[in-house]
């Protein structure tokens, strides 16, 4: 699926990583902009000159910035690819300190642009979406994530129940986000780990919540009801390396 991304910064991440690049188009020349256009050249993505309004078709409303990068997007691009979630184990079983991320319905490609950001950040090893209701790897997304959506390794399986299983009999314990488990800094999250993370609507479906090991929740004292789900995401992920030390 070609898809456009428009940001500077998520450009220069794609053409580190993404090598489903397929052509790099300039409208101007400004400093940032010829820099681009010299690493697209020497990874071998082609360039092409266009009217700024040609490029203006390309762009969604307001982000013709003077360049677009169309590219390819699947929903695995960095370098670090697992065809199922038993190839991720074997390829990780020496390990002892692992972190593994499962989106349990969302949707928003804004939302986990904002996660995969975060996961890049916070060292995680594998994020996790199911095929049916959850976003995918877009233009959004790319956008949103600032180029992260090329450096984390995801994976997107027919069933989450049947991953948490797995990760379960290799040793994972299954922690779910919810209002009503122990509080994080309380619980002990070293080791393998599997953070679930639900919808803000529906939360973690009742299957995926039947493998939790148990809930964890991080302390809050708003006047709303919860955290936004990559904000919440993003605490969690934290608080893993934080004690991990």
Same mark, same amino acid.
């Given at each position: 699926?070609?898809?456009?991304?428009?940001?500077?910064?998520?450009?220069?991440?794609?053409?580190?990583?993404?090598?489903?690049?397929?052509?790099?188009?300039?409208?101007?020349?400004?400093?940032?902009?010829?820099? &681009?256009?010299?690493?697209?050249?020497?990874?071998?993505?082609?360039?092409?000159?266009?009217?700024?309004?040609?490029?203006?078709?390309?762009?969604?409303?307001?982000?013709?910035?003077?360049?677009?990068?169309?590219?390819?997007?699947?929903?695995?691009?960095?370098?670090?690819?697992?065809?199922?979630?038993?190839?991720?184990?074997?390829?990780?079983?020496?390990?002892?300190?692992?972190?593994?991320?499962?989106?349990?319905?969302?949707?928003?490609?804004?939302?986990?642009?904002?996660?995969?950001?975060?996961?890049?950040?916070?060292?995680?090893?594998?994020?996790?979406?199911?095929?049916?209701?959850?976003?995918?790897?877009?233009?959004?997304?790319?956008?949103?994530?600032?180029?992260?959506?090329?450096?984390?390794?995801?994976?997107?399986?027919?069933?989450?129940?049947?991953? &948490?299983?797995?990760?379960?009999?290799?040793?994972?314990?299954?922690?779910?986000?919810?209002?009503?488990?122990?509080?994080?800094?309380?619980?002990?999250?070293?080791?393998?780990?599997?953070?679930?993370?639900?919808?803000?609507?529906?939360?973690?479906?009742?299957?995926?919540?039947?493998?939790?090991?148990?809930?964890?929740?991080?302390?809050?004292?708003?006047?709303?009801?919860?955290?936004?789900?990559?904000?919440?995401?993003?605490?969690?992920?934290?608080?893993?390396?934080?004690?991990?030390?």
């Amino acid at each position: 699926m070609d898809n456009f991304i428009t940001s500077i910064h998520g450009i220069e991440e794609s053409l580190k990583k993404n090598t489903k690049a397929a052509v790099l188009y300039i409208s101007k020349s400004n400093k940032r902009i010829d820099q &681009l256009e010299q690493s697209a050249r020497k990874v071998g993505v082609t360039v092409q000159k266009i009217d700024n309004k040609e490029l203006d078709r390309m762009c969604a409303k307001g982000e013709n910035k003077g360049v677009a990068l169309k590219v390819q997007i699947t929903q695995s691009v960095s370098e670090v690819r697992y065809q199922d979630i038993k190839n991720f184990i074997r390829h990780n079983e020496h390990k002892d300190q692992l972190l593994v991320l499962v989106l349990d319905g969302i949707t928003d490609p804004h939302n986990f642009g904002a996660i995969l950001r975060s996961a890049d950040q916070f060292g995680v090893d594998l994020v996790v979406t199911a095929e049916k209701r959850s976003a995918s790897i877009n233009a959004t997304v790319a956008k949103v994530s600032v180029g992260a959506h090329a450096w984390v390794p995801t994976l997107q399986v027919t069933n989450l129940v049947r991953t &948490l299983e797995e990760l379960q009999k290799s040793g994972f314990w299954i922690y779910g986000a919810d209002m009503g488990g122990g509080t994080a800094p309380e619980t002990d999250l070293k080791g393998k780990t599997v953070l679930v993370m639900g919808s803000e609507g529906a939360g973690i479906s009742r299957l995926v919540r039947e493998k939790c090991d148990t809930m964890v929740s991080i302390p809050t004292s708003g006047h709303v009801d919860s955290l936004n789900v990559s904000v919440a995401a993003g605490i969690l992920m934290y608080e893993v390396v934080r004690q991990r030390g």
